[in-house]
């Protein structure tokens, strides 16, 4: 049973029945509670502190900035929808920091802070100091590693010149960007990422993404060359990439679908963080033009 405190309250129907009456604020405040016990934001705080406030406006709490690209990202939120929703919502102003009686940052504040994580490369930083306390807390499970790419449309096709077009079998031409990943092999964690236009082979980021001593490292069959082996190897991980052909008749091939087959049932996992980019977080295309604002999307979207 939930009580009132846990999240929802009990109202009795006419029938002796009793219903739960969710209450989606309480249930927001008590995730959001739990994200902020998770990490030492102290040491994120030190370390992505900056100041982007122009002469005669107030200066915003880095770490509370952070804290709401994060809010935005979860909830898919353009800068003003932010704005608003942090001077509404009081989980998300209790979230990053903010008293119920104090001014919340405008959206200029959003941008601002955008262009300086970009200008001192602090997203890096920021997406491996939130690893590496995930690491030091045991959430990894190093069994494995899942590794992949995903095309994300250009904000715009006239005016980002930083975006490139690449085909699709399957698919008609994206005009964007490439998102490249590393997991573990449960897929909850993102261990390493890099962006860059959507030309980018899928396998020419592997050396940048992929963790020393990954373990069985499973791709589809854009990471089955030479090269992308000799990386996995030099990483100390055993190579597990999808098979595209074989020499050998009739039992070779039934060898080659069963290994495919065992492959494609692990690597699929990855898929879930693509989903959950695209699906929740609205990442089927990127909301800010160029290849530095594409980075910074997409490492929002692996913290998040």
Known sequence: ????????????????????????????????GEIAALLDWAAIDHLVEVSAA???????????????????????????????????????????GFAAHEATPERTAFVRFRCELIRRGLDRVL?????????????????????????????????????????????????????????EEAAGLVRGV????ANVHDAAELVAVLPDAPGQVYADSAFGGRNAEDVVRARGGNPCAVGTGVWGG???????????????????????????????YGLRRMRWLGLAKAGLQVRLGVIA
């Not at 890099?194 to 236009?197: G, L």
């Open 127 to 183: 997406f491996e100091a939130v690893t590496r306390q995930l690491e030091a807390k045991g959430i990894v499970v190093r069994t494995g590693a899942l590794v992949d790419a995903t095309l994300i449309q250009s904000a715009s096709i006239r005016h980002d010149g930083d975006a490139r077009w690449a085909g699709h079998r399957r698919r008609k031409p994206t005009h964007g960007y490439k998102a490249h990943i590393a997991t």
């Open 54 to 96: 122009p002469k005669g406006e107030p200066g915003w709490p880095s770490l509370a900035l952070s804290r709401a690209l994060l809010l935005a990202t979860w909830h898919d939120l353009s800068d003003v929808r932010l704005a608003k929703a942090l001077e509404a919502r009081a989980s998300f102003r209790r979230f990053c």
């Open 1 to 32: 049973m939930m009580s009132s405190a846990g999240g929802g309250r009990w109202r009795g129907a006419g029938s002796g029945r009793r219903d739960l009456i969710a209450r989606p604020e309480l249930r927001a405040a008590s995730s959001l």
């Open 250 to 280: 009739p039992e070779a091939l039934a060898r080659l679908h069963a290994h495919n087959a065992a492959v494609r049932r692990i690597r699929c996992q990855i898929e879930k963080v693509f989903g959950t980019w695209k699906r929740s």
């Open 194 to 197: 890099e962006a860059t236009t």
